[in-house]
């Protein structure tokens, strides 16, 4: 008896999962099909907001109008007042330029003129010189102590050393004129150049910072500041924000029940309002993570998705009525 129920069960326990179906852990769940939905949107700028600030210090003594005003790359946005940064350029523009008339003079070595100078100034030693040992010779001709006195003869024989000694002075200046500047000179008088104008730049640079300019055609979407504002780069702060109007795209909160209905490329459909007619062709270009928040009463493995999914579409084509931060509803299509 016992034999035949060991034999019986393993034909009831195939015959009860044949009538009641597999555990629901081995059940096999077939993959839910995309759908298609609707959610709002705003039109923003595909290329997204810059941010304009400052790296001066100084009082805003002009900035631009305000939002709405059209701008153009190169347009002036703000302008720091930075008079004691220009009066400093101009002086360090005035030192270099003496350390480059220095470096040339060096380079360039005497001129005609002064090398003509210290000829004539060798032939004036020349003749003192001779004139000095002829009234040597002379007073040597003489008795000592007779036709001439001990005092005179030696004022006579220093005379003749020192005009001697002038000559050879001279020649060698004149020597030195002509040999032109030393290499370590020269060098000296180019490091003078090279650093003058070194500090000339970064002052120049450093100037220019107190311009700011567009990078980019657009428009003023805010202005942060006004004229007369103190601004510091110690810190950092936001004083316009431009965007370009003409690269639009579509920006939209999908709720987290839609977060397997999103993908990208995905195609969808624009319907504006006001002036807007018809429907605008766009597509999925990006998807920003969905915010995840573990709760407090359930594992870890059932975190789940607490906040809108942020997706930007790009439009097939450039929009002309459209606007920024106009509102937009987004018909997205079933992702493929």
């Known amino acids: ?92 523009a005035a030192q270099a330029e003496a350390a480059q008339a220095a470096d040339e003079r060096v380079r360039n070595g005497s001129r005609p003129q002064e090398i003509a100078v210290g000829e004539a100034n060798v032939g004036v030693a020349k003749a003192r010189a001779e004139e000095a040992a002829e009234a040597l010779r002379r007073a040597q001709a003489l008795q000592l102590g007779i036709s ?15 005009t001697s000694a002038q000559l050879e002075d001279a020649r060698a200046r004149l020597d030195l004129l002509r040999s032109g500047s030393r290499e370590e000179d020269i060098a000296e008088a180019d490091a003078r150049r090279d650093a003058s104008a070194a500090a000339v730049d970064a002052a120049r640079a450093r100037l220019a910072q107190c311009t700011v300019r567009s990078p980019i055609d657009g428009v003023v979407l805010q202005r ?78 059932a975190e789940t998705a607490s906040a809108p999914i942020d997706v930007f579409l790009t439009l097939d084509q450039p929009p002309t009525m459209l606007h920024l931060g106009e509102e937009v509803t987004v018909r997205f299509q079933a992702c493929p």
């Open 1 to 92: 008896m016992v034999r035949f129920a060991s034999a019986f069960l393993p034909f009831v326990a195939a015959l009860g999962l044949a009538l009641c179906g597999p555990p629901e852990s081995l059940a096999q769940t077939s993959p839910q099909p995309h759908a298609a939905f609707t959610a709002r949107g705003f039109v923003e700028p595909a290329e997204g907001v810059l941010s304009i600030g400052t790296a001066a210090t100084g009082v805003i003594e002009r900035i631009a109008e305000g939002a709405g005003e059209r701008i153009h790359a190169g347009d002036e946005l703000l302008q720091i007042d930075c008079s004691p940064l220009a009066a400093d350029v101009q002086s360090l």
């Open 148 to 162: 001439v006195t001990q005092a005179v003869m030696l004022q006579v024989e220093r005379d003749a050393r020192i």
């Open 224 to 301: 942060l500041a006004s004229r007369g504002q103190f601004v510091t780069s110690a810190v950092p702060s936001v004083l316009l924000r431009i965007a370009n109007d003409k690269a639009l795209g579509v920006r939209t909160e999908v709720e987290p029940a839609h977060l397997n209905d999103v993908c990208v490329h995905q195609r969808a459909s624009i319907v504006g309002g006001g002036a807007m007619a018809g429907e605008l062709g766009a597509s999925v270009a990006r998807i920003a993570p969905p915010t995840v928040v573990a709760s407090q009463t359930v594992p870890r493995q």
